[in-house]
T-cell receptor, first 114, second 112 residues
Framework: DTAVSQTPKYLVTQMGNDKSIKCEQN?????MYWYKQDSKKFLKIMFS???????INETVPNRFSPKSPDKAHLNLHINSLELGDSAVYFC?????????????FGEGSRLTVL | QKEVEQNSGPLSVPEGAIASLNCTYS??????FFWYRQYSGKSPELIMS????GDKEDGRFTAQLNKASQYVSLLIRDSQPSDSATYLC????????????FGSGTRLLVRP
């Protein structure tokens, strides 16, 4: 059983399109995250949710819309895609806060914007 | 965003040697520190956490923390080719319990 699963694993799309990535965790964790990893491997926090509530929005453009229908799911919708959005997007979860627990990462969703 | 800095490498060591990976952070109030390993094309996985000054050992891995110098390191003893990966230093900043700030990672190559 995959602990944190993301779909799709690969997205290739044109500039200006809209795309969504879904994330589900079966670990019973309270906190979920979206991270973006660029081509230089820099892993940057985008959003944190705790029990479906947004805790952190790390100055992400409002073209990015996270949604958490319940604490096991955190989806990411991106409008009007730009070339600079090309990256690997990782979903992660933790039992409690990030400072005391391990982050479990999904396999990543590689987004390529042409 | 508070910074976490690492040398990008690659750090190349022969099999059986000690690999030493270093990380500095800018937020003096940070309390929690982590080392993640990321194989090429895979997701990061936690290998060590450290919260207080000094050394913490787990098998072949030792994490070292010096808060006064704002410095974290990871030592890998008896390095194996399977240790070849990118090692990411992560820090929980003082201003939020709900995020980790990652460095850009050091690529380690263990030569057989």
């Amino acid at each position: 059983d995959t602990a944190v699963s993301q779909t799709p694993k690969y997205l290739v799309t044109q500039m200006g399109n809209d795309k969504s990535i879904k994330c589900e965790q079966n670990l019973g964790h309270d906190t979920m995250y979206w991270y973006k990893q660029d081509s230089k491997k820099f892993l940057k926090i985008m959003f944190s949710y705790n029990n479906k509530e947004l805790i952190i929005n790390e100055t992400v453009p409002n073209r990015f819309s996270p949604k958490s229908p319940d604490k096991a799911h955190l989806n990411l919708h991106i409008n009007s895609l730009e070339l600079g959005d090309s990256a690997v997007y990782f979903c992660a979860s933790s039992l409690g806060t990030a400072n005391t627990g391990e982050l479990f990462f999904g396999e990543g969703s590689r987004l390529t914007v042409l | 965003q508070k910074e976490v800095e690492q040398n990008s490498g690659p750090l190349s060591v022969p099999e059986g040697a000690i690999a030493s990976l270093n990380c500095t952070y800018s937020d003096r109030g940070s309390q929690s520190f982590f080392w993640y390993r990321q194989y090429s094309g895979k997701s990061p996985e936690l290998i060590m956490s450290i919260y207080s000054n000094g050394d913490k050992e787990d098998g072949r891995f030792t994490a070292q923390l010096n808060k006064a110098s704002q410095y974290v390191s990871l030592l890998i003893r008896d390095s194996q080719p399977s240790d070849s990966a990118t090692y990411l230093c992560a820090v929980n900043p003082l201003d939020s319990s709900y995020k980790l700030i990652f460095g850009s990672g050091t690529r380690l190559l263990v030569r057989p």
